[in-house]
Structures are given as C-alpha cells and as structure tokens.
C-alpha cells in the first residue's frame, strides 16, 4: 500500500484510495482548552450552541463504514471531533465496528468522560490522551474551568490504563502556560508508562494566538527546555518526538504562532488520509478550510478521484497553499512521508526543490 501511495505521489494522482481515514464522531466538548481552534475562551468568534450540539448519527456511521470498505485501502481509522469522541453515546460501539474489520485503531481523548472498564476492554490501538501539562497549575491553566481534582481525575484514567496494558502516547501542546514543563512531561510519562511523549506546539489563530509561547519561552525552549527534556528522556528510556519538536521550534523562529513551512516538507494528505467531519462534510485533511466533497455527494471512492479533491491536490502540487497550511495539523505524518518520497529521489509533493 505505501508504494502505490507513493507511486501516485509522483505522478500528482493517486492510485489507491487513503490509507487512513480520520472520523469525527462529535463536537461537543467537556473541556475548553485555550488553544482549541473551537472551544477555547480566547476565540473571537465563538461557535454556535447548535454546532457545538452536532453529533454523528449511527446510521450515517455505518454508512460511512460501508463506503471506507469498498476502498479496499483503509487499514487505519481514528475517531475523534471536534470536541471530545467519549461523550458519544455509542462511542463504544463505534470503535467495536471498526476493530470488527480488523483495522487499526486511534483514539483521541482527554480521558474525563471515559468508561475506563470499557476503554481498557476497547482493543484500542493507540489511544491519544491530551495531558497539556505535568503539574496541576499548568494543566488548569492550559484547561480554563478545570482544577486539580480534574488533572487528578485524568491521572487516575492513565494509572488504570497503564496497569491494563492498554498502548497511551501523552499529547503535550506546547503555549505559554505548559512551555516550563517541557522536561517535565518527560518524567510524567515515565510516571504513566506512555508509549510517548508527543510534543507539538500550538498552532493558533482566531484569537487564541494571545496564548502563544514568548519569544523569551522561546529561546529558554531552544537553548534550554528540550535539551534538558532529551536528556532526560534518554535517562528514563521515555520515547518522545523532541527531534519533530525540535524542528517546529526551528520553523517558529519569526513567528511563534506558526509552526512550519510547507515548501520545506510538502504533504502527502490527500494521497494517504482523508478527514470527515460530524455532518458529512468531507475535508482533504485536518484543515477544516479544505472541503472536498461531502457524504451525500455519492460515493468516496468516486470523490476521491473526483475534480474537487483533485483540484487541491492541484493546487498544493503548484505550492498555493491553504489558509492554515502553515499550522499544519498533520506535521509528522509529513514529515514522514516527505522522507519516504525523498529516499526515493522525489523531491517531496508539494514542496520546493
């Protein structure tokens, strides 16, 4: 599957359908991050009560997974939303179907509307847990409404988890209120035996820039803050993502808001994932700018290589990006794919030469 990816990465259309397919099943939240591009206080223009009630019915759920069947392709689903997936009703259910197919399963949650006997008996295969933070007055801070009892509650969720065996990665995003615990969400995650620790800085806009990390939180990062929290990681023998955070830092350097460069790494995301929305909108990625289709629109395998998902790969193969292509939301998994592309010879699709 990733030599046809990459075959139609070439060729600037692709040859086999997404590989991963990214659902959200809800927008409705528990938290109020301050970072959230939907939740967060800071935001300039909130979202509607009606949007922020939305919530993928079951029907269209399983019609979805009837279309990502006939695919052929898909080995990996993540549910997630806009807000948090475990206050769906039938979240359960929905993972149930997925594991059914034998396909590979993430999930994306901050833990505090978790059934954790039902969690741990999920089959999950890499669940990601939004920590932002490793000491109560961070994570309150980064969580607007939530306290220490609520980062206690969360702690309880990775404990119980953990002594489950159930495979934990720890999302750290990084702004100012979680920056000074760069190192230590690296002993925080030894605490809690995560898989990783994943490092992002904040990508912000609409408002929520006003929680971005200092210049000076910048420079202590860089000079200071990451190198500790390698050298810590290689101590404990903790997994981490520093040399990708690293890097985002790198991209930062003149504006703190924005975490890298497209035409240094290009994007493979409408090759290899696709992203659809609680009401059937279909997105070419995490960038919710970027429609491509939508559910009632006839089949996905039709779309997929259809004008409108190719006129953005178009678009991108000519170096016009999207707003928000510079807080790329799928950083990593590009900068894997780029790799991939350039071991090839291939100067990555997308990117500049």
């Given at each position: 599957?990733?030599?046809?990816i990459l ?5 600037g ?7 991963q397919?990214?659902?959200?099943v809800?927008?409705?939240?528990n938290?109020a991050?301050?970072?959230?591009w939907?939740?967060?206080?800071l935001l300039?223009v909130a979202r ?12 269209m759920?399983?019609r ?9 392709s898909?080995g990996?689903v993540?549910l997630?939303?806009m ?14 179907a997925?594991k059914q197919?034998?396909w590979h399963?993430?999930?994306l949650?901050n833990?505090?509307?978790?059934d ?8 999950i295969?890499?669940l990601?847990?939004g920590?932002h933070?490793a000491?109560?007055?961070?994570y309150?801070a980064?969580h607007p409404g ?12 990775l ?7 159930v495979?934990?990665r720890?999302v750290?995003v ?10 230590a969400?690296?002993r925080?995650?030894h605490?809690y035996?995560?898989d990783?620790v994943?490092y992002k ?7 929520t820039e ?5 210049e ?15 050298a810590l990681?290689?101590?404990l ?5 520093l ?8 991209a930062a350097?003149s504006d703190?808001t924005?975490v890298?460069?497209?035409?240094d790494?290009?994007c ?8 659809v929305?609680?009401d059937?909108t279909?997105?070419?990625?995490c960038?919710?700018?970027i429609e ?13 290589v259809g004008?409108?998902?190719?006129a953005?790969r ?5 170096g016009?990006?999207f ?21 090839r010879?291939l100067v990555p699709?997308?990117?500049r030469?």
């Open positions: 599957m990733r030599q046809q075959a139609g990465l070439a060729q259309r692709p040859l086999v359908g997404p590989s397919v990214h659902i959200d809800t927008n409705r939240c938290a991050c301050i970072t959230c939907d939740h967060s206080p300039k509607s009560k009606g949007w922020k009630s939305q919530r993928l019915p079951m029907e759920f399983e979805l997974l009837s279309d990502l069947d006939a695919f052929g898909v990996a993540v997630s939303g807000g948090e997936p475990l206050t769906h009703p039938r979240i359960y259910e929905m993972m149930a997925i197919r034998g399963l993430t999930v949650s833990l505090l509307a978790a954790l006997g039902r969690l741990c008996e999920a089959g295969d890499n990601l847990v920590v933070g000491t109560p007055d961070a309150a980064f939530w306290d220490e009892r609520d980062f206690f509650a969360m702690c309880n969720g404990k119980a988890l953990a002594s489950a065996g495979q934990v720890h750290q990084i702004n100012r209120d979680t920056s000074p615990d760069v190192p969400m690296v925080f995650g605490r035996s995560a990783r994943n800085l904040a990508s912000l806009d609409g408002g006003d929680c971005a990390i200092t000076e939180q910048h420079e202590w990062l860089v000079h200071e803050g990451v190198p500790a929290a390698r990681a290689e101590t023998g903790v997994r981490t993502n040399d990708l955070f690293a890097a985002q830092l790198a350097q703190v924005h890298t460069g497209m035409d790494i290009g493979a995301m409408g090759f290899a994932y696709t992203r929305a609680v059937g279909v997105l070419f990625c960038n919710t700018a491509v289709g939508h559910l009632r629109d006839g089949p996905l395998t039709q779309q997929w004008p409108r998902w190719q953005a178009d678009r991108i193969s000519a016009q990006w707003d928000g292509c510079s807080r790329c939301g799928k950083y990593e998994q590009n900068v894997k794919w780029g790799q991939r592309q350039r071991e010879g699709f997308g990117a030469a």
